[in-house]
């Protein structure tokens, strides 16, 4: 495995090209997005992505997310390019978000996990629009962890989770939204809002109109719109437990429970003596940069439980607590 330092503003072009080399060989890179670092692959590679899978140890029936450089490339790769698809990418693209659209055939199932559509992203870091360029290729890229870690955020979080399961990793530092894209499906009758992300259902209601809501746990198996959405996805070691500050009578419960091992992850005001204390930024943007390298430190610290502290309501936070309470699920 090799960890390679890039410049996060002008990627040196014999560092593009020896990773488009291992693309173009079938082999898969680590690569930093925006939002979190990428395992990637030639998508139109059914053995390249089959490493993929092998290399986070995700289950089959996930699919991955193909990512191309701009809205031209991605339109080579389906059947239907709708007027909402349209205006988000040219409001949004390249950057943290994701169109989920009828695949064309020259997508191999094996990316979709059998499914019909793909899901698509242009990726506005510069150091992933250099390696698609370089690569010409649409790459397939999950996040660049193990299947249910937290999302890496920097190349060592992917040595830590990936190690000598990828043969290079391109460092550029840590990126800068911090949690995952927003994917929206465009493919039915009404866009469907699968994960929320820093661009929030609001943000995209002003652009597209209506836009509904996947209510996973609401729905049988069959008829969940995205595979793999139940996961207890974006969590730590450690059991996280969220609480509304500034009651700290359930902090006070799980120092008296975990006296040796307990994280806490606030943003008000406020002394927890005798945990491993973390204050995270008060606005979302910040918080969503800190969060999941915050959640990574609790871990490396020995925490036994992190308690986080419930961030306020609001359309701009709707993403920080859906990863919250897919961290929390038990
Ligand atoms: O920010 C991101 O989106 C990062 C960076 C690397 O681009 N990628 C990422 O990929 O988070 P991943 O594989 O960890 O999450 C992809 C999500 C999963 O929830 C998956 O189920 C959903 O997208 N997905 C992928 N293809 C789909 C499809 N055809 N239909 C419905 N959901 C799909
Ligand atoms: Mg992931």
């Known amino acids: 495995m090799a960890v390679v330092q890039v410049s996060p503003e002008r990627p040196d072009p014999s560092i593009m090209s020896r990773a488009a080399t291992l693309l173009h060989r079938g082999q898969i890179v680590a690569f930093p997005t925006e939002t979190v670092y990428g395992l990637g692959a030639d998508a139109l590679d059914p053995e390249a992505v089959e490493r993929i899978y092998e290399a986070k140890g995700r289950p089959a029936y996930n699919p991955l997310i193909v990512h191309v450089p701009d809205a031209a490339a991605a339109q080579s790769l389906i059947t239907s390019w709708p007027p909402a698809a349209d205006a988000l990418a040219k409001r949004w693209w390249p950057g943290p978000l994701t169109l989920v659209l009828p695949k064309a055939a020259t997508v191999p199932s094996t990316a979709t996990a059998g499914l019909a559509t793909v899901a698509l992203r242009a990726p506005a870091h510069p150091v992933a629009q250099a390696l698609l360029r370089a690569a010409g290729l649409p790459l397939a890229a999950p996040s660049a962890n193990r299947s249910g870690e937290v999302s890496p955020t920097t190349a060592s979080h992917v040595v830590q989770s990936l190690g000598d399961r ?25 866009p469907l809002l699968l994960r929320p992300g820093m661009i929030s259902r609001e943000m995209l209601e002003e652009v597209i109109g209506p836009v509904d809501v996947a209510r996973a746990l609401d729905l049988a198996e069959s008829a969940r719109p995205s595979p793999g959405m139940l996961d207890r996805h974006y969590a730590p070691k450690a059991r ?12 006070q419960e799980a120092l008296r429970t975990h006296p040796a091992g307990t994280g806490i992850l606030h943003w008000r005001d406020g002394t927890f003596p005798g945990a491993f204390v973390e204050r995270l930024p008060a ?41 919250l309470q897919r961290a929390a699920r038990p």
């Open 283 to 323: 606005d979302p943007a910040g918080y969503a940069r800190s969060l999941y390298e915050a959640l990574r430190r609790m871990d490396d610290r020995g925490a036994s439980v992190i308690l986080v502290e419930r961030p306020p309501a609001g359309s701009a936070w709707e993403a920080l607590h859906d990863r």
């Open 166 to 190: 990828v043969p290079l990793i391109l460092d550029a530092g840590p990126t800068s939204v911090g949690i995952e894209s927003t994917v929206v499906d465009l493919s039915g009758a009404r």
């Open 240 to 251: 996280v437990i969220l609480f509304d500050g500034p009651d700290e009578a359930p902090v």
